[in-house]
């Protein structure tokens, strides 16, 4: 998939890819979570429901435990107990970089998390009721650590009580590491991320399998490879799987999709993301940026060639340069950008909850929840390089104030002159990301958020007619037949141009020019200072000689 952005700054790339990067599927056993389908599914494995009550419940989850450790202590694995806030995933990193020779199932942590049990009633006539207790309740979650040979690190946290429901993560770039040495493709990799890859386009290619109609039946294999002989066996043999038909479905919960620029240069990436996120932050309104400070400066060059041997071993990352991290958070989606390694720049769509897209969350639509995670992606990389290439065509200022045509209907033009009109320009800006558009209802409370005294009382019905205004200018375009709205291209473009011309062009040079300045200069100016200061005085000296200064 391409985007304006990557497209833009192309000449100053080795390459790039698309890749699925976390997932995060949800396990369950359908007969097991229905109270009915519960008794069943005991009375399968034990014959009757005799013994079904609170106490066995109790007793199975407790074998769990113990022919887990007695399992690890026979084959040497080793079972870490940790806190609920360690990073789990961090800690087995470590042990795989200390212990190269691991494979198959290598660690096992055991921690605290609340899950949904069991309360069986019992009377003097049997079972009176079955149901879940509640409010949660705090069991031991067992999270198994599996170096897959086609998947590489995969996790499985699974609960230690009946119905032992599971979550499995698993990471993209794992797996096309994994793809890219089976096909002798040169890469380097440090941490989640490929920092040098000498044919990238061959690198492309094997993540863009993540995205087939069958990369659903990859994952459901890889995870059935493991499911069932690795972890539910400490709770149900092979036998009483067998018998009682114990059998996983698998729905999606959280997917990350990134694009990686990879530069020459990384100074020069540096340089870009930077000036990048300048531009765009204002016309975004991202409230804050995150910077994690290290070095100074990053390398100039790329490295000799005789350290530019491809690691092939997946490494714990420290953040060495400074990481600027911005984030746009819309519900459950979060569009993000940063710096990973020392030349590469992602950019990253997550949906955290799968439900919130309204696609469907079995596992056989992973395809399409990537491609609309893939689409989002372009169109939020397309707004950026849109704010960040701002550009007035030459009539647009004369054509902006006359009236205009939206069907049937006569709208009127665009006074920029107005505080409400450019309260709404800056909020069609600021709401030009989202990826799913935007409502006239979001623009009103977009509006009302900048706190202009021209918009106190500014609602949806207000918005409603200032968008028509927008798209009979072909500023803002409806997205098919729904309510909802998104800028186009130019109109972006446009909009952008005109905010960042009277707000950081214009006022800050007639307000320089009419000041009478005293004192000298500071000592130390930013090269924006420097650049408004030469325009302030060329700026003198035309509105002198055009007879508009006094």
């Known amino acids: 998939m391409t985007d304006e952005l990557t497209a833009y700054y192309s000449r100053m790339l080795t390459g790039t890819y698309d890749c699925v990067d976390r997932i995060v599927l949800n396990a369950y056993f359908p007969m097991g979570h229905s109270p009915g389908g519960f008794r069943e599914w005991w009375r399968r494995v034990f ?13 199975m989850a407790g074998r769990f435990a113990r022919r887990l450790r007695a399992y690890a202590k026979e084959h040497s694995i080793e079972v870490l107990d940790c806190e609920n806030a360690e990073r789990k995933h961090q800690v087995a990193e470590a042990y795989l970089q200390n212990n190269p020779q691991a494979r198959g199932l290598f660690l096992i942590q055991v921690s605290r998390f609340p899950a949904i049990t069991w309360n069986v009633a019992r009377g003097s006539n049997g079972i009176t009721n079955i149901a879940k207790k509640k409010s949660l309740a705090y069991v031991n979650h067992y999270s198994f650590h599996i170096l897959d040979p086609d998947w590489g690190h995969l996790t499985i946290k699974m609960s230690g009580h009946p119905p032992f429901a599971a979550q499995i993560l698993l990471n993209g770039h794992e797996y096309v590491a994994a793809q890219a040495r089976k096909k002798g493709i040169a890469f380097g990799k440090e941490g989640n991320c490929f920092t040098q890859v000498e044919a990238s386009a061959d690198l492309a290619l094997v993540a863009d399998t993540l995205r087939c109609e069958d990369a659903a039946g990859r994952l459901s294999q890889v995870i059935n490879r493991w499911i069932y002989s690795a972890c539910l066996c400490f709770a149900l043999d092979l036998t009483q799987q067998e018998q009682s038909n114990f059998v996983y479905e698998y729905s999606l919960y959280q997917i990350e999709y990134s694009r990686n620029l990879l530069f020459a240069r990384g100074a020069q990436m540096e340089q870009v993301f930077e000036g990048l996120i300048d ?3 204002t016309a975004l309104d991202i409230p804050q940026i995150k910077t994690i400070f290290g070095r100074k400066h990053r390398p100039q060059q790329r490295k000799s060639r005789s350290s530019q041997a491809p690691r092939l071993e997946a490494v714990v990352e420290t953040p060495v340069y400074n990481l600027t991290v911005f984030k746009l958070h819309f519900g459950s989606l979060t569009l993000k950008g940063y710096t990973k390694g020392e030349h590469v720049l992602r950019f990253e769509a997550v949906v955290h909850n799968v439900r919130d897209l309204q696609c ?22 397309d707004t950026l390089c849109c704010i960040d290439t701002a550009f007035v065509p030459s009539d647009f200022l004369d054509t902006l104030p006359l009236p205009s045509q939206v069907g049937a209907t006569r709208v009127g033009g665009i006074d920029t002159n107005k505080a409400r009109t450019r309260a709404v320009l800056s909020a069609v800006s600021a709401l030009s990301a989202c990826p799913q558009g935007f409502l006239a209802s979001d623009l009103a409370t977009k509006v009302q958020s900048l706190e202009d005294p021209a918009c106190t009382d500014y609602g949806p019905r207000q918005a409603a007619y200032d968008l028509k205004k927008l798209r009979g200018k072909c500023l803002v375009e409806k997205i098919g037949k729904s309510r909802r709205y998104a800028p186009s291209s130019a109109g972006l473009r446009s909009l952008t141009a005109l905010v960042v011309l009277r707000e950081r062009v214009l006022k800050p040079l007639l307000s320089g020019v009419s000041e009478v300045r005293q004192g000298q200069p500071p000592r130390y100016q930013s090269e924006i200072d420097q650049q408004y200061e030469t325009l302030r005085k060329d700026m003198t000296t035309l509105f002198s000689t055009l007879g508009i200064a006094a």
């Open 47 to 59: 014959g009757s429901d005799d013994n079904l009550d609170n106490e066995h419940l109790m007793r």
């Open 279 to 281: 531009r765009s932050r």
């Open 360 to 381: 469907g969350r079995r596992l056989d639509r992973f395809a399409e929840v990537v491609d609309r995670l893939g689409g989002m992606l372009s169109r939020f990389l």
